[in-house]
């Protein structure tokens, strides 16, 4: 009688453990109504939904290069001749309307995709509208992987060196300095190369100038070998950061791939934190990663909104992840190869909202003491904040990497009111007030939220740089919603 009692006992526990998670997962799923999101003809968005804009057209390029070339100079004529402006689109994921501009033309650049790789030099040349995600696909042919890129591989080739995004690939500058040349097209419709050594001041602005100077059509860009991996993860009091990121990752030569994390957990709510190393071995990838589902993943990120229980319920099956991942190889690819598919927000009712504010090593652990008194005081759900380094930009103009520095990443679910988008706006100015007094800066990709007086504080180049704008593109031709904020 006692053992069927401890068996009944021991089963129902099981099915409450399994019962409650699946409910939260299933609840989440069923609020979900992205469906109900459409652009009307006519109009355009990014990703963050909140930029609905009239525009004259959206043009889809050629996917062949000689048409491709006439076909944009016959487009920049024509916008001259009506006064039209231009915006140039990748996949859209800028937050601040830098693809679009009131009554003008889109120039959607997705379809000109063309690859070649050449392995003797370790280059790839690639045109402005392909993805990461294409690219890793043909460089993992030939067991090469992409030198710089962002934590996702949905963005654009285009997008990507027009903010100049960083990565995760540890003690590495920003994309800047992974790029060889850039072939683009001017404002009078000339095809220019540039580099480092040849039209040297059109090469640094173009890299993070928004699209404002020309039209990036093709890159040429340094490749590496595609290695595998092995992870490791420790947790420590976010003070001792800097320590355990010098001890395993600056002193581990064979470190590739890194990123912290920041504790948000209502208890700890950034005391801890927790740092990701992915380093080369000499093992063959064994890995069965992508076989767990991404939509269950997603389901379990997308659980975490506004639930203190899914944060939990995550950060308890990350634990249980990384003691599995503990005995798996990967591919670098593999690990560089997720889409935003993964954390995808599909519902109707709100907005995923990304900061990032890069501090120099002095004052890191001042940054977080500082934000610690502010953001627990936000109605705005906090979902993510992420950490990772980025040396020194020698290359761009816009630079937002003037020395070592950390970048944290924060990642917040809004609702779609007035209300939670002036919250916002101020948290914005707060949160950026706080860099700029730690001698940091804020990244330019995201909400229009700070005005010109922060831009210039954080940016002192900046005057010049639409100084700039003037002697390449003297008419304005190419405009979106961010110049014409920050101008």
Known sequence: MKLKYILATFILLT??????????????????????????????????????????????????????ILQLQSLLKLAKERRLPISIAGGKYSMG?????????????????????????????????????????????????????????????????????????PSSPPISSSIKSLKVMTADGQVINCSFNNNEELFRLVIGGYGLFAIILEAELEISQNSPLKYSRMTFPAE??????????????????????????????????????????????????????????????????NSEYGKELRAGLENYAYKFGESQIYSRNELLNERVELIENKDSL?????????????????????????LPHQSID????????VTEDTISYMRYAREHMFGFVFLFNQPKTDKAELEMKQLTQKLTNIAIKNEGTFYLPYRLHNDKALLHKSYPQAESFFELKKKYDPTELFKNKFYVHYK
């Open 240 to 305: 001792e950061y800097l320590n355990y990121f010098a001890k395993h990752v600056t002193k581990n030569q064979k470190a590739e791939l890194v990123y912290g994390r920041l504790d948000i957990s209502k208890d700890n709510f950034l005391k801890n934190a927790t740092l990701n190393v992915f380093s080369k071995t000499n093992d063959k990838p064994n890995s069965s990663y992508n076989s767990i589902p991404t939509e269950l993943k997603r389901l379990i990120f997308r659980g975490t909104v």
């Open 350 to 374: 709100s907005v995923d909202i990304l900061h990032e504010y890069f501090i120099p090593d002095r004052n890191f652990n001042k940054f977080i003491k500082e934000i610690q008194k502010v």
């Open 382 to 389: 906090l979902l993510n904040i992420t950490i990772r380094d």
């Open 97 to 169: 309307g830098h693809t679009m501009y009131t009554n003008g033309i889109v120039i959607n650049m997705l379809p000109y995709n063309k690859i070649s790789i050449d392995t003797l030099d370790s280059t790839m040349k690639i045109g402005a509208g392909a993805t990461w995600s294409e690219a890793i696909a043909q460089l993992d042919k030939f067991n090469r992987t992409v030198k710089v890129m962002q934590a996702f591989s949905s963005f654009s080739i285009g997008g990507s060196i027009s903010v100049n995004g960083h990565g995760w690939q």
């Open 15 to 68: 099915i409450l453990l399994v019962a409650k998670p699946s409910f939260h997962l299933l609840k989440t799923k069923w609020h979900e109504n992205m469906d109900s999101i459409t652009t009307p003809r006519g109009f355009t968005n990014d990703a963050s939904h909140l930029n609905l804009t009239k525009i004259d057209s959206i043009i889809e390029v050629q996917q062949d290069e000689d048409k491709f």
